[in-house]
């Protein structure tokens, strides 16, 4: 039995024509009239002819790949933003390579590097905790890849780039906690490097701000986002002579952190002390002490727009003109979700 797969010069002494025109009548060329486009089309279809991707990639000078680099697989935030990639991507038949930083910024360069020689034809990343420089990821122009950022961005403007505005949402999430009676609200916030942290930070002043009111920086703590790091953040709030209301997470992983030593310090989570938080992930639903109110941050739609913008890039892209290309900028509104099973 022959399992070799079908060529073009097969279906061609077949029908005994060209090969070059085996190659139009397949690609639907206008030049071939359609009889003999009917004719190549219904016979590569008996014979299970599939285009050869390599050659078609030399061709057009394009691998139909897209690197996409982010901290953790794992998460359910950025698992759900990879479904949303991969959904663009399938529609415009690009396939995707992932690779994880770990939050590790020498893992994110070594990442990043492999992907350029690998040849992606561009590179999405949600940037680690620890990224503040971007020489390795400005260096990719030099070989024309286009780069989109999502969700973890870096803070200059010219940089295309898909996040949600969590200063405003943050602000929204001050002003509901202020309106319900809560005043002594505390933040755990990020890590210094990310700019989310920053937003988040400028969001809580502002919020306090337009009510009138006096930041206590007493009750800002950050954590390096381990469940350590966590505790150590709500050891020092709930050791403070007046303990505060609420609590402002900087995600809902350091949120069931933050709950769980809550509860191990015998503390009614959502009574004694309201936590409010980021994302709005479905892992929450499950858990026993959901946060009171989350900022939806939409991490499907992230990187279903985040593709969606690469996608314009490499269609848009000449070798001599990607300098002179636009920036694209997509910001996602940011809303208040309520979790009803967080009332009690």
Avoid at 183 to 199: H, Q, Y
């Amino acid at each position: 039995m022959d399992n070799k797969l079908p060529t073009i010069k097969e279906i061609a002494k077949r029908l005994n024509v060209s090969v070059s025109t085996v190659s139009r009548a397949l690609s639907d060329h206008p030049r071939i009239g359609l009889r003999t486009k009917t004719q190549v089309q219904q016979l590569a279809k008996e014979l299970g002819y599939e285009p050869n991707a390599k050659a078609i990639s030399f061709k057009q000078q394009k691998s139909f790949v897209v690197g996409v680099v982010l901290p953790f697989i794992r998460e359910e935030f950025f698992s759900q933003a990879i479904s949303g990639i991969e959904t663009a991507a399938m529609e415009s038949n690009y396939t995707i390579l992932f690779g994880q930083s770990y939050d590790d910024v020498e893992r994110e360069k070594n990442v990043v590097d492999a992907m350029r020689k690998q040849r992606v034809d561009g590179l999405l990343i949600s940037l680690s905790k620890e990224t503040n420089h971007y020489e390795h990821l400005r260096q990719l122009e030099k070989y024309n890849i286009p780069v989109v950022y999502f969700d973890r961005v870096p803070p200059f403007e010219k940089a295309n780039k898909v996040f949600c505005n969590l200063y405003k949402g943050t602000v929204e999430m001050i002003n509901w906690l202020l309106s319900r009676g809560y005043k002594r609200i505390a933040l755990i916030n990020g890590p210094d490097k990310l700019s989310a942290s920053k937003e988040r930070l400028n969001g809580y002043i502002e919020g306090h701000s337009r009510r009138k009111l006096k930041v206590d920086m007493q009750l800002v703590e950050k954590t390096d986002l381990s469940k350590e790091g966590t505790y150590a953040a709500m050891k020092s709030l709930l050791s403070q002579k007046s303990r505060p209301q609420a609590i402002i997470t900087f995600n809902e992983y350091v949120h069931m952190d933050a709950v769980q030593y809550a509860m191990q310090q015998n503390i009614l989570v959502n009574k004694e002390i309201v936590f409010v938080s980021y994302a709005n992930l479905p892992i929450t639903n499950y858990t026993a002490h959901p946060p009171l109110v989350s900022v939806e941050q939409y991490p499907y739609g992230q990187g279903e727009k985040a593709m969606e913008i690469m996608i314009r890039l490499l269609n848009e892209k000449t070798a001599d003109a990607h300098e002179n290309e636009a920036v694209h900028t997509e910001e996602i509104p940011a809303t208040l979700v309520l979790h009803q099973a967080a009332v009690y």
